[in-house]
T-cell receptor
Framework: DGGITQSPKYLFRKEGQNVTLSCEQN?????MYWYRQDPGQGLRLIYY???????QKGDIAEGYSVSREKKESFPLTVTSAQKNPTAFYLC??????????????FGPGTRLTVL | AQKVTQAQTEISVVEKEDVTLDCVYE???????LFWYKQPPSGELVFLIR??????QNEISGRYSWNFQKSTSSFNFTITASQVVDSAVYFC????????????FGTGTRLLVSP
């Protein structure tokens, strides 16, 4: 089955630790995205990548880092510099069509809690 | 700047009632796309529909229908004969092209369908 997987489903972090959230897709999509969701809010874009070995900051990139070494993988590291990391993190991917016509498909999410 | 407003924070209905979720958007682009996603309690965002700005025809898919009105910048979503399985948070999103496809999300409407 084609789809997007995220792991782990739940993650607990102590203050001062870096943690890495995994996102893998087997849809052969070029573009991948990371979003953060806080209670009662919409999704906010952290980072995006349109192609392997390239990625760009989104609206709230501070305290986060990413890599895109393989087409199917786009891991997100939440660093100790992120002041309020407790949130639900969603990864998405899309074909990578030019223009606004692309459709993004989402993974099941990772819920990160800072203890 | 692009903006999506979902004024209804939470709606409660009884099974078999019809319900309409409102979505109002702001954009200066002439070409754009609108989306609806469903987020069930499991957390994954499920794609429901994509509509481009040049197609104002209403769309029906089973019990779901969408009404796109450019004159009022609205893209409302109606569920006919609601069911308990429709309980979820529904997000409306606007797509704009900024060198990549950026989705601007509303804050979501939580729909509770009781038996």
């Amino acid at each position: 089955d084609g789809g997007i997987t995220q792991s782990p489903k739940y993650l607990f972090r102590k203050e001062g630790q870096n943690v890495t959230l995994s996102c893998e897709q087997n849809l052969n999509h070029d573009a991948m995205y990371w979003y953060r969701q806080d209670p009662g809010q919409g999704l906010r874009l952290i980072y995006y990548s349109q192609i392997v070995n390239d990625f760009q900051k989104g609206d709230i990139a501070e305290g986060y880092s990413v890599s895109r070494e393989k087409k199917e993988s786009f891991p997100l590291t939440v660093t100790s510099a992120q002041k309020n990391p407790t949130a639900f993190y969603l990864c998405a991917s899309s074909i990578g069509l030019a223009g606004a016509t692309d459709t993004q498909y989402f993974g099941p999410g990772t819920r990160l809690t800072v203890l | 700047a692009q903006k999506v407003t979902q004024a209804q924070t939470e709606i409660s209905v009884v099974e078999k009632e019809d319900v309409t979720l409102d979505c109002v958007y702001e954009t200066r682009d002439t070409t754009y796309y609108l989306f609806w996603y469903k987020q069930p309690p499991s957390g994954e965002l499920v794609f429901l529909i994509r509509r481009n700005s040049f197609d104002e025809q209403n769309e029906i898919s089973g019990r779901y229908s969408w009404n796109f009105q450019k004159s009022t910048s609205s893209f409302n979503f109606t569920i006919t004969a609601s069911q308990v399985v429709d309980s979820a948070v529904y997000f409306c999103a606007l797509s704009e092209f900024q060198g990549f496809q950026k989705l601007v999300f509303g804050t979501g409407t939580r729909l509770l369908v009781s038996p």
